[in-house]
C-alpha cells in the first residue's frame, strides 16, 4: 500500500506557511520546522504589536499637544481639566491633529478652555 503523504488540504496548510516566512532568513525561510516556529512567533508579535500601538499612539498625541498648549503658557494637565470644565468634546487625536496642522485653531480651543 503506497505512503500517503496528504492531499490538497496538506499541501494548502505548508503553502500558506511557506508564503508567510518568505523573506526570512536561512533556514527560517526553507526548512519546514524552522519556518513554522517563526512564523508563528511572527503572528504573535503582530498580534501584541497591534494592541501596543494604541497606547504608543495616545502617548505620542499627549507630547504634542503638551508642547504646544506650553507654547501658549499653559500645561497639559491643566488644559485637559479646563477642557472638561468647558465641556468641549475634542479628542487627544484631534487636539494633537490642531495643534501641528491648525496652530490658530489650537490657540482658540485653549483660548476657550481657560475662559470657561
Do not use: C
Not at 17 to 31: M, V
Not at 58 to 65: D, H, K, Q, S, T
Not at 81 to 104: W, Y
Amino acid at each position: 500500500m503506497p505512503r500517503a503523504k496528504g492531499g490538497y488540504k496538506s499541501r494548502q496548510r505548508r503553502n500558506r506557511i511557506r508564503k508567510h516566512a518568505k523573506g526570512f532568513r536561512g533556514g527560517r525561510s526553507k526548512l519546514w520546522k524552522a519556518a513554522i516556529e517563526a512564523v508563528h512567533r511572527k503572528w504573535r508579535y503582530a498580534l501584541f504589536h497591534r494592541r501596543k500601538r494604541k497606547p504608543d499612539f495616545r502617548g505620542l498625541w499627549i507630547i504634542r499637544i503638551n508642547a504646544a498648549a506650553r507654547e501658549l503658557g499653559v500645561s497639559y494637565s491643566k488644559l485637559i481639566a479646563a477642557l472638561d470644565k468647558a465641556n468641549v468634546a475634542l479628542d487627544r487625536k484631534i487636539l494633537s491633529d490642531l495643534a501641528i496642522s491648525d496652530p490658530g485653531a489650537f490657540k482658540k480651543v485653549v483660548e476657550t478652555a481657560q475662559a470657561a
